[in-house]
């Protein structure tokens, strides 16, 4: 059993690579929802809605979010009627898994039961687990005001400077059923090419996971989402400045180094696995992590589990 954790674009890009060493069975992700947002009324857990695309094989993999040739006559409509958030693309169908969401919900149902009925309905054969049922969210505070890391993303680009990421609810919040079990009882465990700060540290800064992160046995290997000082995209290196992390494979290690064993990082970024091994006792190999081609997926999908497999 493999444990993946994972954002909503680097990490699934990696995933689409293991599917094709791995049965989907064998694969378990816990998943970000600090960025879930309350969309014109409707529920929407992005990350986890590209992951559950992702294994259902339907995903928009040119973008890493909604359902591939999805139209978006709904959203045009609601721009008509002066909706907000009308600048949060959402497809037709995509539309329909933020209904039923909203709508269990709204039953009592809790976030990893509806997720797991998703996955059900969807022929999802892996298992996928919200990282936690309670509600977080991600604030981000900028040169240009404090606003939802929805908005910082999408409806800004990510342009604005940013002095601080705060993740109100976090520390209150409990991992959902399932997630500290399959921490324990993984064989490997994964930590994607994913934001740190925003994507995986509302995961590991969840009560007890990083406690049993710390004290499992399993080889924990992660994939550096920073090559020469930049991220393939997203805000990775202002969040990291922001928090006090060197954006480089060095400030990844700083995030995750009191219980990651190994790290994968560019051959662009070599020279900084010597000190990673010297300085921090991780192990730490060079390959070309740049995930354009499914060739590209698979290839570092195996050096991947080939590290974890060394650290055994
Ligand atoms: P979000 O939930 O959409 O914000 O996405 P994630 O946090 O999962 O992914 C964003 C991160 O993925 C960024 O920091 C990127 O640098 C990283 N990323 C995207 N594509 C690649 C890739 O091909 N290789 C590597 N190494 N990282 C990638």
């Known amino acids: 059993m493999i444990t993946i954790l994972s954002g909503g674009t680097g990490t699934p890009k990696l995933i689409e690579g293991l599917r094709h060493l791995v049965r989907d069975e064998e694969l378990t992700v816990i998943v970000n929802t600090a960025d879930d947002i309350w969309w014109n009324g409707l529920y929407v857990s992005p990350d986890v809605d590209t992951v559950l695309y992702l294994f259902a094989n339907i995903l928009d993999t040119e973008k890493y979010w909604g359902i591939r040739g999805d139209t978006f006559y709904a959203l045009k409509q609601l721009t008509r009627y002066d909706a907000e958030w009308t600048w949060f693309s959402i497809g037709d169908k ?57 908005e910082y993303l999408v409806k800004y680009r990510a342009e604005p400077e940013v002095y601080n990421v705060k993740f109100p609810g976090l520390e209150r919040a409990l991992p959902a059923p399932g997630v500290i079990d399959s921490i324990r009882n993984a064989e490997i465990i994964i930590i994607g090419p994913s934001n740190p700060i925003n994507s995986i540290g509302p995961i590991i800064n969840l009560k007890e996971v990083r406690e049993t992160l710390r004290k499992t046995e399993v080889p924990i290997v992660a994939v550096s989402p920073i090559i020469s000082g930049k991220p393939v995209s997203g805000p990775a290196d202002k969040f990291m400045k922001a928090l006090g992390y060197d954006p480089s494979p060095i400030g990844i290690v700083e995030i995750y180094k009191d219980f990651l064993d190994g790290i994968i990082i560019d051959v662009a970024d070599k020279v900084y696995v010597e000190k990673i091994e010297r300085k921090y006792g991780i192990k730490a190999k060079a390959t070309n992590t740049i995930m354009l081609t499914l060739k590209d997926k698979v290839k570092l999908a195996e050096e991947v589990l080939d590290l974890a497999k060394s650290l055994k």
Request: proline fraction near 2%.
């Open 94 to 150: 995509d539309l329909a898994t933020h209904i039923i969401r909203t709508y269990l919900l709204k039953k009592g149902l809790k976030l990893h039961e509806i997720v797991k009925y998703l996955s059900r309905k969807l022929g999802v054969k892996a298992t996928i687990l919200p990282m936690s049922n309670d509600r977080v969210e991600t604030i981000v505070e900028t040169d240009i005001g404090v606003m939802n890391i929805q």
